[in-house]
């Protein structure tokens, strides 16, 4: 018999993909308030790839967690939405740094024992793609990143990863770590009776020191810009006007 996985895959809520960012004032970061914030994409794909393997007969649990504020509980709402069976908040206003975020991770992989944890490639408000790297190392466990395919073989997962001008496959014992790329899958929308149950299933909340996690932060932003603006283009009127600005003034023809 195929043994039945348990799944962690940790959700981050962050900055909607559709909002344009505003860098503040004052050049400590970007502007979060009156935000809309949601989970992070590649966080969406990992729970779509988890709530997939229990379809298939093949997970037994999923369980959620993300290290954030009180407001992450709504994202794990919508991840208990889309089919995971609990979350776990832990709950902090700081905000954490992948390293931390591995830590607690790894504390509730040793409470929760599972087989698999997936987590996102990269969260896109800091771009770092570190945690799932991170956690691997601190579990001592093989990983698995930017995973396209995700296909379970006996006691083994079948990954294939996106990597520069082709695809490689890897074959990884359980228990491991895989990150998701943007074409694993394409998660699903919660249906409104399923938002509903999801507010029936556990969400349990703890806080960093609960796991033994010091989550002061060890870096410092100097400072964050927009990028440049780009120079508002020409109508030029024939192609030989064209062709000679793109010598003498692009100088990206001889
Ligand atoms: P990053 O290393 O910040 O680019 O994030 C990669 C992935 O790690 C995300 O897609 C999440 O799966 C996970 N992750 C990062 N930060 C958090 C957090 N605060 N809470 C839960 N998961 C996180």
Do not use: H
Request: charged share 25%; with cysteine.
């Amino acid at each position: 018999m195929v043994p039945s996985m348990k799944i962690i895959v940790a959700v981050k809520r962050v900055v909607d993909f559709n909002v344009k960012v505003r860098v503040k004032a004052d050049q400590s970061g970007i502007e979060l308030a009156n935000v809309k914030m949601s989970m992070n994409p590649f966080c969406e794909i990992a729970v779509e790839e988890a709530v997939r393997l229990k379809e298939k007969g093949l997970a037994k649990e999923i369980i959620v967690v993300s290290i954030g504020p009180q407001q992450a509980q709504e994202t794990l709402r919508t991840a208990l939405a889309m089919g995971a069976d609990r979350a776990i908040l832990v709950q902090t206003d700081v905000a954490a740094e992948p390293l931390a975020v591995a830590k607690a991770l790894k504390a509730l992989v040793q409470k929760e024992t599972p087989d698999l944890v997936i987590l996102g490639k990269q969260s896109i408000d800091g771009d770092n793609n570190q945690t799932g790297q991170m956690l691997s190392a601190l579990l001592g466990w093989g990983q698995a990143t930017f995973a396209s395919k995700i296909e379970k073989d006996g006691g083994k997962l079948n990954v294939t990863r996106e990597i520069d001008g082709g695809l490689e496959t890897l074959s990884l014992r359980l228990p491991c770590i895989v990150t998701t790329d943007l074409r694993l899958n394409e998660p699903r929308y919660a249906s409104l009776p399923n938002i509903m149950k999801a507010k029936q299933k556990p969400l349990a909340t703890m806080t960093p020191a609960d796991l033994g996690v010091d989550v002061t932060p060890r870096i410092t932003t100097l400072k964050v810009t927009e990028p440049a603006s780009r120079k508002s283009g020409i109508k030029v009127k024939d192609v030989a006007e064209l062709v000679a600005k793109l010598k003498t003034e692009a100088k990206v023809i001889s």
